[in-house]
């Protein structure tokens, strides 16, 4: 992975992030300052599901202008589509959001941070990368 490569950070790594657990928050930190984080649309709308003040959603507003945003578009969606049926096949299904997700990541050849390894690492082809990896 180079040093200047987008890594997409899914919705569990991001709650971590914002409450301050660690390595996660170190972590999505490191890739802020470095101008390398990514974020779905997917986790994006699973983060706005949860908040509860004003000052998540400034937060959420503020992460969402920092980081680079992987849209769902036609290729994604194809490509979750095309997890969907593999998954299925060997009956390794995951949810809905996460086959999304990981079809951004597909479609946009980005990393995956996540701590939700048993979900994606069924994912032929999805590079994982795990917060402790950043932190060294």
Do not use: W
Not at 89 to 105: H, N, Q, R, S
């Amino acid at each position: 992975m180079g040093a200047s490569e987008r890594i997409v950070a899914d919705t569990d790594v991001l709650i971590d992030f914002f409450s301050g657990a660690e390595p996660a928050a170190g972590a999505v930190t490191k890739l802020l300052m470095e101008d390398r984080l990514a974020v779905t649309t997917l986790t994006l709308f699973e983060l706005a599901c949860g908040i509860r003040t004003e000052g998540q959603l400034r937060d959420l507003e503020l992460l969402t202008q920092a980081a680079f945003v992987v849209v769902l578009d036609s290729r994604a969606a194809l490509k979750a589509g095309a997890v969907y049926r593999e998954l299925r096949a060997k009956g390794e299904l995951i949810g809905v959001a996460d086959l999304l997700i990981a079809g951004c990541c597909l479609a946009a050849e980005m990393p995956l941070l996540t701590r939700n390894r048993e979900h994606f690492e069924r994912v032929r082809g999805l590079e994982l990368v795990q917060a402790g990896e950043l932190a060294e």
